[in-house]
């Protein structure tokens, strides 16, 4: 048993959800324009082959050695 009343388990959850997402916004507020111009630097959209590069910036998400976008012959070799 941990210790946490059942009826304290769904606040707490909720509390960590909107401090993750505030945390979030707070940085993309703070980091929102210079994440735009590495993104139009390298040629990079959200959600396509390469914008895994953008992501590393966020955290420890290291897909890929030096922060350069995976290659077509890396992404073959990984699993899915």
């Known amino acids: ?6 009826n304290r ?3 707490y959850v909720a ?4 401090g993750a997402f505030a945390g ?3 940085l993309y507020f703070i980091f929102g324009d210079a994440l ?3 993104e139009k630097a390298n040629h990079l959209v959200r959600g396509q082959p390469g914008s895994e590069a953008s992501a590393m910036v966020f955290g420890e998400f290291f897909p890929s050695p ?7 012959e890396a992404r073959a070799r990984m699993s899915r």
């Open 24 to 26: 979030a916004a707070v």
């Open 9 to 11: 388990v769904a606040p």
């Open 66 to 72: 030096g922060g350069h976008p995976l290659t077509d």
């Open 15 to 18: 509390a960590q959800l909107l």
């Open 36 to 38: 735009a111009a590495f």
């Open 1 to 6: 048993m941990l210790g946490l009343p059942k």
